[in-house]
């Protein structure tokens, strides 16, 4: 369905992934509950679009504890 898009999807993907990651390590540092929830949830939504089950399943647990944490806050 998808034919040549797919090579231009995963390499969105591969740039953004680590931009997402960089960003999820520096909410953590900085005590962010909100910017690591926002982080979360979307490196979980575009994992998930790419197939990275695993990697997406992680960061739907992080963004529902980020979440849980921003109420205490």
Do not use: C
Request: proline fraction near 3%; avoid cysteine.
């Amino acid at each position: 369905m998808l034919g040549g898009e797919v090579d231009k999807i995963i390499a969105v993907y591969l740039e953004d992934a680590p931009r997402l990651i960089a960003q999820l390590e520096r909410a953590a540092v900085g005590n962010d509950p909100i910017a690591l929830r926002v982080a979360a949830h979307t490196l979980k939504s575009s994992s998930a679009n790419v197939g990275a089950t695993t990697l997406s399943d992680a960061a739907r647990d992080l963004a529902f504890q980020a979440g849980e944490l921003d109420m205490i806050y």
